[in-house]
């Protein structure tokens, strides 16, 4: 049935900010920074007012997907509901597959209850993976003030940022052969780092989130800088996180 | 004859997916990213319905191609009848030369059966040439999943595609001073590396081919990729095939 | 009442050289450059003719910005009458929050007596921050040349430029974890090198200033050309400053 | 009388590829790729039609010239009659100074009868000129052979390009405080290269010539190439000539 009707009108909206438009302008976007070339990486967005999840399909190139190639998943108020074993999709594309992160993506939006999910195969996400053990890690930058910190804010019902001299660390995972098999070590390093909008995947790229697409897409840029950055300094043989030891004032 | 007549409508189409309109787009975008400047580099397309090859010229400044600039080669539905060696252009630009690449792209399209040709002068495809021997190597990165393989799948009537652990190797070949001269190496290389769908030729760039145009774009761009971070690697002083034995979980 | 008055007059022109579009397009240009992303970095222009005050707001994608965005402050045709530290709007957008640069954004308008001020984040502008101890410096390249000396010409009624065999300072403050923490060392710093136009901020980014938002865009352009420069060359073991005896003629 | 008058018929003009034009659309092209940012850099270009020369302004954003703000330089048809030393402008606008760059430009079209020149700080351009003493020189590249050799071809009424295997050589002289100092060291090099179509200038940038403005852009894109892609080599160790004996196959 679904495949008869193509529920255009998911997808179909003059509004640049309708998920299905920012998941077609931000693929654009990631593709001129090589963040998603060659078909890879990714992005999926949930609707809060309709609880549509939208899935980009499989194999097409990102920078030419247009809305009407996006999958939609219709969930429930409560993202805990989703049922990621059994995803029934209220529309999908003819001829297409979703994508293989669709369990993955889920699993964020089930597990982590966020608004959005951004996958690349950023270069930098690669280098780092293979220049950090168990987690990418670095201090003392401005731009990681951009990044949530583990400590809530009561009255602005959000958690603040990281200080200027507070560690990021961004856990890393090994890659496997498919996609949806890194769903259980994701959830599980999850559990060691709860507060972590981010899970680098060795040899792979990277997957950030954020409770909306703006936090997300934010987040994913700024750790992007962050580890281009920390690449540069580690090939200058400066440590990423400050020792006031070694490091002095600098 | 020909030269009387232009022949435009062979190269005149309001469709963006027109192999001449493409030619020209491509050509331009490859430029942005320092594939084909000063000249260098093109794109070959078979038309699958017509039989045609469209041709780029020589010494034209790829950016700023236009439709009108292309050659147009008649074949026949079958590849292997196209005579390389006596080439008669359908259309044929008044004060142009063919790309000098075009007996290259063409043997491509005869002895390989590929729908398109990428030829690009990149940076990562000449310094990759320098750091490797007989052949460009690497495995254990996600963006080779984008890479065929040589396993046949009867079902999808396709090659499927290289897995994550997989080793993607590229053949390279010695440059010679004319790139017609290219063209009995190339195939020699290919009889060795019958499911390549490139070959770097040493301090000159990269040939990429595939059964589509989009998918020949799609392995080119995972190529440079590839390529840029084997650099980056290499320069780390890390192998690009992974051994279990000296890296670990790495 | 302010906030009941959008007071849209003093952000919404036609003109793309009002303060209100200068500042989203120069953002919007930064953020391409990495300059600005992930919400960080801004830029604050006076408009001498009404001696307003632009200021961007905290925490929104600069690149995204619209004029409807912007803050306006009223100063006085006397910059040193500008009340920091009890700053009154007269433009407050609803639900959005003042850059945390506006105590140092004024600052600056006030103690320098300038028309413009861009920050940015630059990955140069950090590296070179962690290179050079207190002040970067850099002589004998060219595009010093469009760099402020502290020479007055008294017939042009402005400081002539830097010449080529000059040498270029700028010096560099340590970061605090809020950025208004920095207006006393930013001003103690230029109490020091009193013709400077930019502060770097260690492992934070770069403050640029000139008379003009022209001057103040080509002097950050400039400075970024020449940190990125001599990054490149103390990684080829080149020192920035020029030293006959150790360089010889190069 | 010549600023009461604007000319504007002289640079005001719907064809893209009329010079005043291409200048500026240039510019605007070489700010992207960091070649003329910081109102550095520049290009003049000969109109064989009219004997015209256009040239830019002084201390300008070239990205943001306007045909309008161009100078214009009326010679012969014969380009050793062009006075250098006393130049009259038939257009001059109101406000600007002509390029410093103007006495060498014109020096070019007069001694080296060229049609266009093009002048950057490109880093490839200043690092190179710190790596290599009296010239910058590199073999057996294939982006070579987009440039100029010293073979006149009659039947072709041209030069004929370097082959693979030759060796390209660019001089370097050193900078001076003026640009109009360099104009006699640019000659005498000129004379032991007299077939160069470039010169750099140490820790300043490069000046490029052509036939026409299509081939000055075309030369100077792959010159810049090269010297980007040898820099990248000497920094992996690799002579940029080829030597039979050390580099073996490769």
């Known amino acids: 049935m679904c495949d008869n009707n193509h529920h255009n009108e998911l997808v179909i909206s003059d509004d640049p900010m309708h ?3 920012l998941i077609c302008s931000l693929c654009a976007k990631f593709y001129e920074k090589d963040w998603c070339l060659g078909t890879g990486g990714g992005i999926s967005i949930k609707d809060p007012h309709t609880n549509h999840y939208f899935i980009a399909p499989s194999g097409v190139q990102k920078e030419l997907m247009k809305p009407t190639d996006l999958f939609v998943v219709k969930g429930t108020a409560n993202s805990n509901e989703l049922n990621v074993d059994d995803v029934t999709f209220v529309r999908r594309p003819v001829g297409l597959k979703p994508s293989d992160c669709t369990p993955l993506f889920l699993t964020c939006f089930k597990e982590l209850d966020v608004g959005a999910v951004i996958h690349t195969h950023s270069t ?8 950090y053990d168990d987690f990418f890690e670095i201090s003392h930058i401005e731009q990681i003030k951009a990044m949530p910190s583990d400590k809530w804010d009561a009255n602005a019902n959000k958690y603040v940022n990281l200080l200027f001299q507070d560690t990021l660390r961004i856990p890393i995972i090994g890659n496997k052969n498919f996609e949806y098999e890194l769903t259980d070590d994701l959830l599980e390093v999850c559990k060691k780092y709860p507060h972590s909008c981010a899970v680098l995947v060795r040899r792979h790229g990277i997957f950030v989130w954020g409770p909306s697409i703006a936090k997300a897409k934010i987040y994913n840029e700024s750790i992007d800088y962050l580890l281009g950055l920390a690449i540069q300094m580690r090939q200058m043989g ?10 002095g004032h600098k």
């Not at 930098?124 to 220049?131: P, T």
């Not at 400066?238 to 490091?247: A, H, I």
């Open 19 to 21: 998920p299905a438009n």
């Open 124 to 131: 930098n996400a690669v280098l780092a993976s293979l220049l």
């Open 238 to 247: 400066l440590p990423t996180v400050k020792s006031t030891l070694t490091q």
